[in-house]
C-alpha cells in the first residue's frame, strides 16, 4: 500500500470512528420524586359511632348490678403513614368527660387485619383510659391499614368495677365520655 492510500484509508477510519462515537452520545437530566409526610387516622363504624355499656338491673333483691364488662365495638381505626426513615408513629387515647369514681374504662386495639401494607403498628393490649393520652398502637412506619371495616384494628373496650368505690359514689345519671385518638410522631 502507498502513503496515500495508508491516508485515504485513516480519513475513512477516522470518519467511521467518528460516526459510531456520534451514535453513544447520552443526555441526561435530574428527576426528584418527592414523597409528602403523612400521618392520617379516621375511625370506621360498622353500625354508629356509639358505645352503650350499659348495667342490668339486680332482678333479685341483694343481687348486684352486672355491667356490660367486656364488648367489641364495631370501631375500627384506619390509618395512613409515610415518615423519614427509622421513625415511628403511635395511637394514642384518652377521655374527654368524667369516668364515674369506681369504673375503670380499658381499650385495647386488635391485631391489624384487612388489606393493608408496610409497617403497621402492633397493639399494647388492654390500656386505661383516662383524661391522659396512653398508647395503644406503637411501632406504626411508613404503612396503610386498608380503609374502612375489616381494615386496621378492630377496637375492644372492657370494664373494671371497684364495688366499694362505685355503690358508695353511684348517681342514676349515665356517664358519658367521648375517647379521642390520635396519632402522633413516637419520640
Given at each position: ?10 480519513f ?10 456520534a ?12 414523597i ?34 367486656d364488648?367489641?365495638?364495631g ?11 427509622n421513625?415511628k ?6 377521655v374527654?368527660?368524667?369516668?364515674p ?11 391489624s ?14 390500656v ?51 375517647v ?8
Amino acid at each position: 500500500m502507498n502513503f496515500k492510500g495508508a491516508i485515504g484509508l485513516f480519513f475513512i477510519l477516522l470518519v467511521l470512528a467518528g460516526t459510531c462515537y456520534a451514535d453513544e452520545h447520552e443526555a441526561n437530566h435530574k428527576a426528584k420524586v418527592n414523597i409528602p409526610n403523612v400521618a392520617l387516622l379516621s375511625l370506621q363504624f360498622e353500625e354508629n359511632s356509639s358505645l352503650d355499656l350499659t348495667g342490668s338491673a339486680a332482678a333479685i333483691a341483694g343481687d348486684q348490678i352486672n355491667l356490660n364488662t367486656d364488648q367489641k365495638s364495631g370501631v375500627w381505626i384506619n390509618y395512613s403513614s409515610v415518615s423519614e426513615k427509622n421513625q415511628k408513629r403511635k395511637v394514642t387515647a384518652s377521655v374527654s368527660g368524667t369516668i364515674p369514681q369506681g369504673i375503670t374504662l380499658k381499650v385495647k386495639a386488635e391485631k391489624s387485619v384487612g388489606n393493608g401494607k408496610g409497617e403497621l403498628g402492633q397493639s399494647k393490649g388492654f390500656v386505661k383510659l383516662s383524661e391522659t393520652p396512653a398508647d395503644i398502637i406503637s411501632g406504626i412506619g411508613s404503612c396503610y391499614t386498608g380503609t374502612g371495616i375489616q381494615n386496621g384494628h378492630l377496637l375492644s373496650y372492657e370494664v373494671d368495677v371497684d364495688e366499694a368505690v362505685f355503690y358508695r359514689n353511684s348517681e342514676q345519671q349515665p356517664a358519658l365520655v367521648s375517647v379521642v385518638y390520635t396519632l402522633t410522631d413516637d419520640n
